[in-house]
């Protein structure tokens, strides 16, 4: 009887001190995001990586991980943004953030300027997660990128596929007017 009356209470102990650090987490995480709604980078970085030290598997875990990346790229570390934002990637790959998580990467490139990596980034988010929102984002990115790159034609086409492959997307009426514009610039540089 003794050992029965023991084990409850020390599973009443175990639940209660896991239910306070699921709170705690809960709190730091919190804190973190008010930090970073304030412009407090470096505090909000210190408090997200509490919630992943603390306890790297729990719930809060992939999302705190994922405001580290944020807040670098908020901070235009873009560099520093990648690194983070593939520790998404590889130690949360079930997470619902891993998606945006990639594609981010791919505007970290995009935005340092770095074309070429940026449409392989942007094309992983395609591959990996198709059935995300951020593919028709990775994908209309494609097209920026290789305008960027002075490619209109492989533009246009990256255009052409978000109205071959997301029908019923918000984003049909931009990548017509995208197609519209592109076919426009490729008429007056005396492109096909």
Do not use: H
Not at 7 to 35: H, M, P, R
Not at 148 to 177: E, H, M, T
Request: a positive charge; aromatic letters at 16%.
């Amino acid at each position: 009887m003794r050992k029965k009356i023991l084990l409850f209470w020390v599973t009443i102990l175990v639940l209660n001190s896991t239910f306070a650090f699921a709170q705690d987490a809960k709190s730091l995480f919190e804190l973190g995001k008010s930090y970073w709604d304030k412009g407090k980078y470096g505090q909000a970085i210190k408090e997200f990586q509490k919630v992943i030290t603390a306890n790297p598997d729990g719930e809060l875990a992939d999302d705190a991980q994922f405001w580290i990346g944020k807040t670098y790229y908020y901070q235009w570390d873009l560099k520093r943004a990648i690194i983070e934002y593939q520790k998404v990637i590889d130690e949360y790959p079930d997470s619902d953030l891993a998606d945006d998580a990639q594609r981010w990467i791919g505007d970290c490139y995009y935005f340092g300027k770095k074309y070429e990596q940026a449409i392989k980034e942007y094309q992983k988010v395609i591959d990996k997660y198709p059935q995300s929102n951020n593919a028709i984002i990775a994908q209309y990115q494609i097209g920026k990128s290789y305008e960027k790159l002075g490619d209109l034609q492989n533009a246009r086409d990256a255009y052409q596929k978000i109205l071959a492959n997301y029908p019923n997307s918000k984003w049909i009426s931009q990548a017509k007017f995208e197609i519209s514009r592109v076919e426009y610039l490729m008429k007056k540089e005396g492109g096909q």
